[in-house]
């Protein structure tokens, strides 16, 4: 079954039955994840470029590229749109080798996984793939830069924002939520103390593209994403 297909259907039960917006919008996520779970299980053709992409090293991946994604990455997603070379639930065990990739990137992913247990898996399964020294970069909304701007009335801040002439609580409100699709917003301390229970050292506070490795200076250049984000790399040290 087709996503547009799943869409017709719960718009179909939505109309007849008076569901609120949210809680369809909540049941299609988890009807299409478990139909990913289950081609994961039983597709021979996802076994085959599975199978493929264990047998290779040094891999460079994008893990919830969505729309934006990278020529020479391996880019992975739930949703397969143009650019996506592996569609899988990620909150399930990445099905890639220890010790594969050399790069990890993922850029305002990690606040759609419940905190702490999926984030904290998904940051682990990270640390397995890595190879020795690997590197992994996260980008996601900052509470931080949100909070103080907020309090501060910082209107240079919320000026950038792609939502429009829009309240600053609302702003607040979405990020914080996103119609219940954000699970957590993160601070540098939260973040931290995730990717070393994960296993990570040498964390730091990195900035828009400033990665000390050439290859994961591919932040996307959205001017709100840049004042509001939250930037971190660390590495895996065996």
Same mark, same amino acid.
């Given at each position: 079954?087709?996503?547009?297909?799943?869409?017709?259907?719960?718009?179909?039960?939505?109309?007849?039955?008076?569901?609120?917006?949210t809680?369809t919008?909540?049941?299609?996520y988890?009807?299409? =994840?478990?139909?990913?779970?289950?081609?994961?299980?039983?597709?021979?053709?996802? =076994?085959?470029?599975?199978?493929?992409?264990?047998?290779?090293?040094?891999?460079?991946?994008?893990?919830?590229?969505?729309?934006?994604?990278?020529?020479?990455?391996?880019?992975?997603?739930?949703?397969?749109t143009?650019?996506?070379?592996?569609?899988?639930?990620?909150?399930?065990?990445?099905?890639?080798?220890?010790?594969?990739?050399?790069?990890?990137?993922?850029? =305002?992913?990690?606040?759609?996984? %419940?905190?702490?247990? %999926?984030?904290?898996?998904?940051?682990? %399964?990270?640390?397995?793939?890595?190879?020795?020294?690997?590197?992994?970069?996260?980008?996601t909304?900052?509470?931080?830069?949100?909070i103080?701007?907020?309090?501060?009335?910082?209107?240079?801040?919320?000026? =950038?924002?792609?939502?429009? %002439?829009?309240?600053?609580?609302?702003?607040?409100?979405?990020?914080?939520?996103?119609?219940?699709?954000?699970?957590?917003?993160?601070?540098?301390?939260?973040?931290?103390?995730?990717?070393?229970?994960?296993?990570?050292?040498?964390?730091?506070?990195?900035?828009?593209?400033?990665?000390?490795h050439?290859?994961?200076?591919?932040?996307?250049?959205?001017?709100?994403?840049?004042?509001?984000?939250l930037?971190?790399?660390?590495?895996?040290?065996?």
């Open positions: 079954m087709n996503r547009e297909k799943l869409t017709e259907i719960i718009a179909y039960i939505c109309s007849k039955t008076g569901v609120s917006y809680f919008r909540h049941l299609k988890e009807l299409e =994840h478990t139909l990913l779970r289950c081609r994961k299980a039983i597709s021979p053709c996802f =076994h085959k470029k599975i199978g493929n992409y264990r047998k290779l090293k040094d891999l460079k991946i994008n893990f919830g590229c969505g729309p934006i994604f990278q020529n020479g990455w391996i880019n992975v997603d739930s949703h397969n143009k650019g996506v070379d592996l569609v899988i639930d990620l909150r399930s065990n990445l099905p890639f080798s220890d010790g594969s990739a050399k790069y990890i990137f993922s850029e =305002h992913f990690i606040e759609h996984l %419940e905190f702490p247990n %999926e984030a904290l898996k998904f940051l682990s %399964e990270c640390h397995r793939i890595l190879s020795s020294f690997g590197t992994v970069r996260i980008i909304p900052d509470a931080a830069k949100y103080r701007a907020y309090v501060l009335n910082d209107s240079e801040f919320f000026s =950038h924002s792609d939502i429009g %002439e829009t309240p600053k609580i609302e702003i607040l409100n979405r990020v914080f939520s996103e119609e219940g699709f954000h699970k957590f917003c993160y601070d540098y301390e939260a973040l931290y103390l995730l990717l070393e229970e994960a296993g990570f050292r040498n964390i730091v506070k990195s900035n828009f593209n400033s990665s000390i050439p290859e994961l200076r591919i932040d996307f250049s959205n001017k709100w994403r840049q004042v509001s984000s930037y971190m790399e660390a590495s895996k040290v065996n």
